[in-house]
Every structure is written in C-alpha cells, then in structure tokens.
C-alpha cells in the first residue's frame, strides 16, 4: 500500500515543560542537532509521505517555518562559506507542509478533524509528535509494511505496545479477536476500550502514537460524541465503526520512547541525542 499523506497532531501546550514551552514549542525541544518534530518528518519520509499536515495552536507557527527554506538566510551563510550548516534541512525540499489550527484542545480526534479537508487520499497516516521510535525501521514503515497481510480493502491500523498491566489506565486498550496468518505480531481487533481499569482490561497491548486510518474515519469524526470532559476521540471512532471497519493492530518492532514528559525527553536525549 501506497501512502503518501500524514497528519501530525502537535497543538497541545507542554504544560509539562513550562517555562521553557512558554517561548518554544516542545516539538522544537533539542535532541542532539536537531528537534523532535524532524524526527517525526523524517519517519514521514522514509516511508514515502511528503504530503503533511502540521495541526498546530496558535503560537507554534515556527514547527513549520523550521522546514522552510530561508532564501536570506542562505545567502548570508554561503557569503560566509558555511552554507553546508543547512544541509540537513534538503531532504524536506520535495516535502509539502500545510498547516491547520486547533483553537481548543478538545481531544486527539478534534485535532485530527481539523485537517479534514487536507486528505485527498483513501488512506491517511496519523503520527503523534509525543512518540520516537528507536530501532531498525521507523513506527509508520513498519505499519505500511504490514498492510500487504491484510485481505480487507479498506481497514484501519494502529500501532500497539505490550504494557505492564498496571500501566493500562493509561492508554488505549485492544481486545484481541484472532492473529494474522503469515505475520506474528499483527492481531485482528474485537474490540477498544480507553484507559481501562488493570483489573478489566482485555489485554496489555496499548495503542501509541502510530495509526493508518482510511478517510471514512474522519469523515465520521463529527458524529462522534464527546466524552464526560467534552472530548472528541479517535479511539471513539474506531469504537463506533467496529461493525463495519475492519481493525488491525501491530506489535511494533524497536522501543518507543514518550517524549510528552521530562523524563522520556530525557532519555530520548540519551537514545537518540547519541545518533545524530
């Protein structure tokens, strides 16, 4: 399967990271010479996405200026004969960058929702700046990989992890209806349930920051209701066209670092800082 598309919710505020996301967005956060958006660029590419849209808040318009070129710029460096220092920004020339805006956080599905008239095509990558992926091959490759084990047309897939079992309040649950033949760590989905309690739910796999979603999806993001805190969710989506979507998911190869907090920025840093 072709993708060529991706969004990348990345509006919320950092509160985690005050003061520092008081002048700078956490995705422009430093992980050795580069930010941690352009990690999330850069797996766009190496799967072959150079359509993508940032959904951003207002005050985070620098996500997307970092991947613009600066003719200015360009010309004050080359007088200076150090023109080589933007060279790691070339590989995002044949890139296309829009930008949508979510005025109020009000949920991962909302975010998405806005870039609704950005997707053209069938099937839409969704990337969530909070989770790297540091091994052989990038979150998003391994899912357009495993796309050619799966019969159905259209299908969604999402990117799962084996958690502690105490930890599962914390994400969004899979119940798991049978594995795929030919591939060991891509299940079929019976079912999703949000930040279940450890004692009920129905398996340790919780979805991270990794999805292939076809546009149907966001098409019906608009009847999705809201929940108790007023928030529009994908996982709610997937939920409500269970019957008639098929839902795959697949155990990642590698280790997912979250870098929505100090302490996963931290060791990504430690991972990642070390490669660049």
Known sequence: MKVTQAI????????RF??????????????GNRPIIAYIVDECLEAGITDICFVISHGKESIERYFEEDPALRKELKRR???K?????????????????????LGDGHAILQAKNFVKS??????????????????????????TFIPEKEF?????????????????????????????RLRKVKGLVEKPDPVKAPSTLGIVGRYLIPRSVIESLPQVAAGKDG???????LIAKLKTLPVYALECNGSRIDTGTPEGYAKAIQALGMLT
């Open 85 to 105: 220092l933007l060279d790691s920004l070339k590989p995002y020339a044949n890139a296309h960058f829009e930008t949508a805006y979510q005025e109020m956080m």
């Open 122 to 147: 069938d099937m839409v990558a969704v990337l969530f700046g909070d989770d790297l992926f540091v091994g052989d091959k990038p979150g998003i490759v391994q899912l357009i990989e495993a796309c």
């Open 18 to 31: 005050l003061p520092w996301t008081k002048a700078v967005p956490k995705e422009l956060l430093p992980l």
């Open 231 to 237: 928030e529009i969710r994908l996982i709610d989506a």
């Open 81 to 83: 004969g150090k023109e």
């Open 156 to 184: 969604a897939l999402i990117a799962v992890e084996n958690i502690p079992r105490e930890k599962t309040n914390r994400y969004g649950v899979i119940e798991i209806a049978k594995e795929v033949p030919g591939h060991p």
């Open 8 to 15: 990348l919710p990345v509006a919320g505020l950092g509160t």
